[in-house]
């Protein structure tokens, strides 16, 4: 049976939702990630600015509505659509070691290390301080969820996955949608976007660290 002109086909279909999926991995996600790591930095000025900064980030107006529509319905399409596409997916890096082809692979590892890593950091922070606290986050909570071992090397893992995750999601977005067109233009940018994966896991790592020791290593070093 041929497609009528009002209903798209399957390739149609999967264009749009890879636009989609191409799309939210920026935007909210990715702008969300780095208004997190702005707004999670205040603990470089003590346990009282961050305390200060949930404060301030609970009395927004639909803050409930934002969260689930802007955030967890993304987040949720952007996961599942991607282990989607994923599974018929085969990159051949023991054949094909060369950088692209490897930028692929991680890509697609770090999006479920991600997923697994974001679902553990919801649920044991501002799940649990919703329903079993009945209150915000705390410094002094994530001081002392941090200070267990093996949920900060979780955390180092996590945050690893998310920033290259998104910083390699740059690239992929500028070329999905022709953003970037010249082979030189696309090398100049794979490069750019992994400088900005280095810097944006350092300044993650050091808001792990900083609510686990009370201490900046970056400010230490004058950043």
């Known amino acids: 049976m041929a497609h009528s002109a009002a209903s798209p086909s399957v390739t149609e279909t999967s264009f749009i939702l890879r636009r989609l999926h191409s799309l939210t991995g920026i935007i909210p996600l990715g702008v969300f990630l780095l208004f997190h790591f702005f707004e999670n930095s205040s603990v470089r000025r003590g346990g009282e600015a961050f305390n200060e900064a949930v404060v301030a980030i609970g009395k927004m107006p639909y803050l409930y509505a934002v969260e689930i529509l802007g955030l967890l319905a993304p987040l949720v399409f952007h996961a599942v659509y991607g282990l989607f596409i994923r599974t018929p997916s085969r990159p051949n890096v023991a054949a094909y070691s060369y950088g692209r082809n490897w930028a692929y692979f991680f890509q697609r590892a770090t999006g479920v290390i991600a997923f697994v890593y974001i679902t553990f950091h919801v649920i044991a922070t501002r799940g649990w301080a919703l329903f079993v606290k009945g209150q915000d986050i705390t410094y002094s909570d994530m001081h002392q969820h941090l200070s267990n071992n093996g949920t900060f090397l979780l955390y180092v893992l996590g945050i690893l996955a998310v920033t290259y995750h998104f910083a390699n999601g740059i690239w992929s977005f500028s070329i999905t949608w022709g953003l970037v067109v010249s ?23 050091d808001i792990a660290w900083t609510f686990r020791t009370e201490r900046s290593f970056l400010a230490a070093l004058g950043l």
């Open 183 to 205: 082979r030189k233009a696309q090398q100049r940018l794979a490069l750019l976007t992994m400088l900005f994966f280095v810097v944006l896991a350092v300044v993650g790592l």
